[in-house]
């Protein structure tokens, strides 16, 4: 941002403006660490969900036993019997940050436990993020949009839900290394050295060990670079960026185990050896067009252009045949639901049981990215202004970003960045805009001095908001990025002439409106961003609260059933339960499950769902032969917590029965609805799952009287034969019941039957089940 | 009659390559010799490995990168220092061959890696 | 360090006084055989007239505490440990246990691993017929019925009605019976039961033959008896899955001095045997109920790589491993060692991937060695033997198998010198490059 101008005052301003801007990035900074403390401040220092409780366990494991422990962990505690190779089958990118600032904290004889740095990874990670914004957005449209950019993002709620402290999960690293990508790879592009394409490659490697989302970029940017060489953008240092990052990135993203050969192998990654393939044509093209006499040239591209045709046709042909070869098409399900939104709910129903992987509604985009979402098309308007390579890369990102988010909810992560930086670019446009029509036209004043007039008004506005209180932190932001934004103007306004600049002057009572407008709205943004921090993301989910009309309940049965299992059951001992609870079981209770978070083996999972929907016997004997010990269900029906096992009943059915065909959905529903009263089908009321949920449930009221799904149960009084109840936690959230031994003796007929059918005895005994 | 005139064309063609070709400084010379050198060794590679199948496909992955990254950074080197380019003026001959450098050092460290 | 001691000292008694219970108990682990013995009698006079039968049980050193049924000082337990090791009911026709004693009870007793006789007669009370069915055996629901026998009975002075049968249909087992054979028939007289055969856990000792039915002797037959032929136990045993022996006698008889002493001729055959068979029969019984014989256990089950010693907490694939397991006999005394060539044990992960036959030393060690398969997950050794007669051996030891870890792949291929020669000779040219690059600036 060197733009010589009258000199003194000028390189004076620029030292002030760098040293101002440092200062706001730290704010920043801290604004994005902080709003991300409420959780622990509402609740305590935990961690959240179930996923981060997987990887905190990893992380543990990460700091006791070493890096390459880490490399070959087969854990025989999780998928019994299969077990899990952890080493391989996981992205080590955010263990190895947590464990590697455990390990300097530790150094640095600042004792802190493995769990204080788990909580508090992911709002770290956010600071950086916003900076990393802040640098993508500035090498986009300079350092105003970068700093608006970067404030937006720091309370984007999106991101927020993502990122909370305690939220330990890969999103938390990789939105940063995402974006950190991203402005590697454009500032590779604007400058061309080959020392930021490595950067950009090591970047790469990073997002790669963090998160599966890695494809995103590693399709982006081919289509953009595809995109640049279509348009006729190309350049040499689109080479430079791109070529480097191919090949080093290929071989750094082979270096991970749970990517491995994927890197080459699969579909997802051949977009960019295609990409790869016609650049070095394009760039070959180039350099003969560059050598050669215009004439000259033409001859060579007629044979050039017959002679590349018939490769790439070949090439083609070639990629096409191993493609077609690998059944799914090389892709893996879950890509394959990002391109065809029905795939999964058709033919995958684990992806689809997932409800982070459903298509989002209109109000949670309103939710996540509130006022963002109608400063995007301004932002994108902007960047066609002076369509730059770089902000053709913008531009690019947020169409994919709004595709993909509008197929799953959980890619709405890959939005909130891209979202924050059209936003970014808009708003500090039109704060640009907006102040260059008062400053000139604030009367009297020299052609000259309107740019010191201007910015000095600003200034001093920057003063006056300063005192404003510090929660409203946008009003500052983009006021005073109109400073820098006005220094960014300057820039420009060397190429663009001076009478230009006039004709986009607005009218001065217009501008103030506006401006005005401009605040409020950013001004709505900081609150709602701070009450969705504060209230809708901040709960943990392993505690959760209530408020009725005397007083906040707070609910932790997850922790006391966890408590429970972890000091009166076995080492040994295997508890089955639905794979949400599975990453938490092992966390927290220390004891083997069946199967977990990690649905990496459909059949064992539809084993379990079979076993949960089947009537007690068959479930017992399922359960028998995998050694489970105790099985756990999730119930919400006295308290009224929605996500419980039975509202989640119909996906273990549907999964059970995509394996075990004598599972069928319609057999659970009554005319096509789903539901455990009176009406329920018998396959219903005999299920395990409802008998697990609902076992002695009408003690409690007398009428067992659902308040999840509010009806009265179907099945009020029945006994379990091969079940028996060893703990229900407080509010009757977590049930653990103990699979009964075989009997010690097997009965012969009962007195019952024999009194009952004394005249016609059957030469057998009465049938028992427990043989 | 078309194909004498392109192939009439074709030797102009080479012609006023070779020629354009033959002013090219020695030091971008140097870099095409090793380009030149990385590739046909990326190509034997294929062949071999198109020959005994694909088993050690790391080793395999490795050998053919390394050549194939070789290459690109050997032509970005060239971009960067080619005097004619004109969107690297600014940019110092010295400074990149440091990055070029750098760029090696880490592409042979992760083939080193990855060979085993 | 003082303050370190006194828990020590603490928890070493506390360690001691969790083992008193243990001391006082004889039934244990390393001594099956019974000691305490409570018989519950409908009649005193049944202490004299099946004297033969107690004192025997008494030399073998069995302490009997003979009590009426109905005695309302009747308590098996006290404090939760039980006061006896077995249990003989010979009081068919009590309707309820004096004292604590009630139908719970006596299963709670059996569940809890100690051993019962019961012998019921015809006319047997609801509450023994329900032990009886607890236990897996059904006697006929007809209270007075008998089996009666026309071919099979055996000869009297008196043309009786044929109800007491010489019954030589013995189950084959040396283990259950002893090794001598019983030549003589075995007398019997009393009702039948019959048992479901999908049970496992009950075996018919002595059956009727073939012409034998289950009827009420007084009344005329109106219509085809219910239980029929050798579809009829005499006499059952039951081993329950915790190894908990049960003797069921349709007859109480079968244990009476005057059955023992007397001589007895099958009809139909001319031979008349001096004695009956039933003392032989009834004490080798009561040696097999009480774990004095049967019994078995296995120790040290262990397993270690080829040439190492040390078990080890984790197996990689393909690993090459040892098992050995160690399997006594009790003999009433001491344990010896148990021979038998059919000893298998299992690497079980959903299903056995390694079945393997153990080989015996003949001195109580069973051992195999075999590869671990190719595939990783947490795998179980598995020794299950369930032979007739014998107590079942369960054991099971978990042991997880894992992968190769990353430096355990084979390095150097010799296919791939080609591609690690490119990949040198890249790095070598690149500072070849360097030097002429540099040297020709």
Known sequence: MAAPETPQSSTLRQAFGN????????????????????????????????????????????????????????????????????????????TLTAGTLWRILNSLNIPLSVETVCVFTAPIFSAFASWAAYLLTKEVKGVGAGLTAAALLAMVPSYISRSVAGSYDNEAVAIFALIFTFYLYIKALNTGSLFYATLNAISYFYMVCSWGGYTFIINLIPMHVLLCIVTGRYSSRLYIAYAPLVVLGTLLASLVPVV????????????????????????????????????????????????GLIVCGAVLAVLIAMVASSPTKGWSGRSLSLLDPTYASKYIPIIASVSEHQPPTWPSYFMDINVLAFLVPAGIVACFLPLSDASSFAVLYIVTSVYFSGVMVRLMLVLAPAACIMSGIALSEAFGVFTRSIKFQLPGVSQNSPVNAGDTGNVMQNDVVKTEKSEDSLKERPSRKNKKKEKDNVERASVVPQTEKRLSVLPLEASVIAIFLLVLLGAFYVVHCVWAAAEAYSAPSIVLTSRSHDGLHVFDDFREAYGWL????????????????????????????????????????????????????????????????????????????????????????????????????????????????????????????????????????????????????????FKLTHFEEVFTTHHWMVRIYKLKPPKNRIRGKTKKAKSKASSKRSGTLKKNPWH | MGRSTTSKDAQALFHSLHSAYASTPTNLKIIDLYVMFAVVTAVIQVVYMAIVGSFPFNSFLSGVLSCVGTAVLA?????????????????????????????NLVLHLVIMNFLG | ?????????????????????????????????????????????????????????????????????????IAVKRYGQYLYDGLILFSPSTDRFGGSLDLEGVLDFVDSGHDLILAAETSASDLIRSVAAECGVDFDEDPSAMVIDHTGYAVSQIEGDHTLIAADDFVQSDVILGSTKIEAPVLFKGTGHSLNPDNSLVLKILSASSSAYSANPASKLSNPPLLTGSAISLVSVVQARNNARIIISGSLDLFSNRLFRSGVQKAGSSYKYEKSGNEQFVTELSKWVFHERGHLKAVNLKHNMVGGTDE??????????????????????????????????????????VLKTLSTNEKGLYHTSFKVPDVYGVFQFKVEYQRLGYTGLSLSKQIPVRPFRHNEYERFITTAFPYYGASFSMMAGFFIFSIVYLYNK
Not at chain 1, 37 to 44: A, D, N, P, R, T
Not at chain 1, 661 to 674: A, N, V
Request: a negative charge; charged letters at 20%; aromatic letters at 16%.
């Open chain 1, 19 to 94: 040293v101002l801007s440092v200062f706001i990035l730290l704010l920043i900074g801290i604004l994005a660490f902080s709003i991300r403390l409420f959780s622990v401040i509402k609740y305590e220092s935990v961690i959240h969900e179930f996923d981060p409780y997987f990887n905190y366990r990893v992380t543990q494991f990460l700091t006791k036993n070493g890096i390459y422990d880490f490399w070959n962990w087969f854990d025989d505690r999780t998928w019994y019997p299969l077990g899990r190779v952890i080493g391989g089958t996981v992205y080590p990118g955010l």
């Open chain 1, 260 to 307: 491995g050969f994927n890197a080459v192998m699969t579909s997802e990654h051949f977009a960019s050896f295609l990409v790869f393939i016609i650049i070095h044509v394009v760039a070959l093209v180039y350099y003969i067009k560059g050598i050669l006499s215009p004439q000259m040239f033409k001859v060579a591209v007629t044979l050039v252009v017959s002679i």
């Open chain 1, 566 to 717: 972890r000091h009166n059951t076995e080492v040994d001992d295997k508890v089955a339960s639905w794979w949400d609870y599975g990453y938490q079981t092992t966390a927290m209770a220390n004891r083997t499950v069946i199967v977990d978070n990690n649905t990496w083996n459909n059949t064992h999972i539809a084993t379990v769902g079979t076993a949960m929907s089947s009537p007690e016997k068959a479930a017992w004997e399922i359960f028998n032969s995998l050694d489970v010990k105790y099985v756990l269900v999730v119930f919400g029906g006295l308290v009224g917590y929605p996500s419980d096992d039975i509202n989640k009943f119909l996906w273990m059915v549907r999964i059970g029965g995509g394996v075990f065909p004598h599972i069928k959905e319609p057999d659970y529903l009554r005319d096509g609805q789903y539901r455990i009263d009176s009406q329920a089908t018998p396959t219903m009321l005999n299920s395990l799952m409802y008998k697990l949920s609902y076992y002695r449930f009408v003690e409690t009221d007398g009428k067992g009287f659902d308040r999840v799904r509010n009806t009265e149960i179907g099945k009020k009084y």
């Open chain 2, 75 to 103: 032509v970005c080197l060239r971009i960067q220092v080619n005097k004619e380019n004109k969107e690297f003026k600014d940019l110092p001959p010295e400074r990149a061959f440091a990055d070029f450098v750098l760029c």
């Open chain 3, 1 to 73: 360090m003082a303050g370190r001691k006194f828990p020590t000292v603490l928890l070493l008694i506390l360690n001691l006084l969790s083992f008193l219970p243990f001391l006082t108990i004889s039934f244990s682990p390393d001594h099956p055989t019974d000691r305490r013995i409570l018989v519950l009698l409908d009649d005193l006079a049944l202490k004299s007239s099946h004297s033969i039968f107690f004192t025997s049980l008494q030399s073998r050193g069995f302490d009997l505490d003979f009590k009426l049924a109905d005695d309302p000082s």
């Open chain 3, 312 to 353: 080890p907490s984790m197996y990689r694939i393909n690993d090459d491993l040892e098992f050995s397991v160690e399997i006594y006999e009790w003999t009433g005394s001491s344990w010896v060692p148990y021979v038998a060539n059919d000893v298998q044990v299992q690497f079980y992960m959903m299903s056995p991937y």
